[in-house]
């Protein structure tokens, strides 16, 4: 039985990190759950699941929940240093990091020092300052499996090999639900139409993401501090049916694979389960009906922010914060439709000509980048949206 946190339970990966633990009740015992403001949805998890503690960041929804909750005996705390304080109970062995954005930086660093091994899913936080996490995971004797399913490929893929040996590595993308438009099209695109994504349930930010192909940019940088491989050793292939997750290729040109239909509980498990494997009940990969698998370089022109994301992370420090921060404000302003699709790689561009990196030394330097960037960002959203 392994004791686990779920940061972000509410969201696309903790109900199905949640389905793992329903499917395997001897496997997995949930000792604290986390949302942003969701009580509703959280007070059921908690009925089923019975935690001994819960968090809100929203503080009002927090207090709706301890109301909601009065009949159970669950601690519920509240704000983003009650989340935190979830993220390092004493009984957790294992935090599954599941929050979307920025959020999810000092709840995952909190369970990091607090000696609690991580899946990681929450990418953001890697990309804002990963070499720090990492610095912090290897003081405190902690392993972070990854999570999300290009990084988890390349975590099965790199298993039993010697690391000198690879060549480089190939992080596969969907190319998102708007692969293929014109600029024109992309110009007047609705962010109902830019949900649409075709092989991915996911939530509204990174399906976002994934249209712009920012997805790919933070997972480059992710995929940097995750195996500790430059930026010059890691490229992107598009690939519209995500079944190959991700390749590396050897020295010798040998190129390993992990293939699977598209769905998060697989690379879940092998997180939440490694080195064990667990038997899922989920449909079998038939490659006599898929038939044609289908490979694209990416397009820099209608799509930069992929390159955006190699920029930040070549100048490294608190570039890939600036970033990160910008395009959360912009994907914000994009689904609450102030601004238009193609303004949100302008908008990232121009808080990071604005930007002057600094090194990342510790904690606030990230956070303080976050905060200029975001300010910096809703200046320029404010601009277009008068
Ligand atoms: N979905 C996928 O298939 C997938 C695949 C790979 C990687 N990822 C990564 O995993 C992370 C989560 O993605 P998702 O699709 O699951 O997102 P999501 O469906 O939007 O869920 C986000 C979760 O974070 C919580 N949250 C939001 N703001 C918060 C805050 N300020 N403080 C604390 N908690 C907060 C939400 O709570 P409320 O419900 O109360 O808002 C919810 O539980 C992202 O970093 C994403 O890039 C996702």
């Known amino acids: 039985m392994k004791n686990i946190v779920i940061l972000g339970s509410t969201g696309s990966i903790g109900t199905n990190t949640l389905d793992i633990v329903d499917r395997f009740p001897e496997e997995f015992h949930v000792v604290g759950l986390t949302a942003g403001s969701n009580d509703e949805k959280l007070e059921a998890q908690i009925r089923k699941f019975r935690p001994a503690f819960a968090a809100l960041a929203n503080e009002a929804a927090a207090a709706k929940l301890r109301d909601r909750c009065a009949d159970l005996p669950v601690k519920i705390l509240a704000g983003n240093e009650g989340v935190a304080e979830v993220a390092q109970s004493q009984d957790a062995e294992l935090v599954i990091s599941a929050i979307v954005g920025g959020a999810g930086l000092l709840p995952t660093l909190a369970a990091i020092r607090a000696g609690k091994q991580i ?62 438009f ?134 490294g420090g608190t570039m890939p914060a600036t970033m990160n921060a910008a395009n959360e404000v912009a994907v914000e302003a994009f689904l609450q439709s102030g601004i238009r699709f193609l303004d949100i790689p302008d908008i990232i561009r121009s808080t990071m000509e604005a930007h002057a990196p600094r090194p990342i030394d510790g904690l606030d330097d990230a956070l303080d980048a976050d905060h200029w960037a975001r300010d910096k960002a809703e200046s320029l959203v404010h601009a277009l949206t008068r």
């Open 119 to 180: 899946a990681l899913a929450n990418k953001e936080p890697m990309v804002m300052a990963g070499a720090l996490m990492q610095a912090e995971a290897k003081k405190h004797h902690v392993r972070i499996f990854p999570i999300d399913s290009e990084h988890s490929a390349i975590f099965q893929s790199l298993e039993g090999h010697r690391r000198e040996d690879v060549k480089r590595i190939i992080l596969t993308a969907s190319g998102g639900p708007l692969w293929g």
């Open 182 to 315: 014109s600029r024109e099209q992309l110009q007047d695109v609705s962010p109902e139409r830019a949900l649409q994504h075709p092989n991915w349930k996911m939530g509204s930010k990174i399906t976002i993401d994934s249209a712009t192909l920012m997805n790919k940019g933070l997972e480059v940088i992710e995929a940097r501090w995750l195996f500790d491989i430059p930026e010059t050793q890691i490229e992107v292939l598009v690939h519209r049916e995500s079944i190959i997750h991700s390749l590396v290729e050897y020295t010798d040109r040998s190129v390993i694979a992990q293939l699977g239909l598209p769905d998060m509980r697989t690379p879940i498990s092998y997180a939440m389960r490694y080195p064990e494997r667990m038997p899922l009940d989920l449909p079998s990969l038939d490659l006599t009906e898929i038939s044609t698998l289908t490979f694209f370089k990416p397009d820099h022109a209608r799509f930069p922010c992929l390159q955006l994301g190699y920029e930040a992370l070549r100048i």
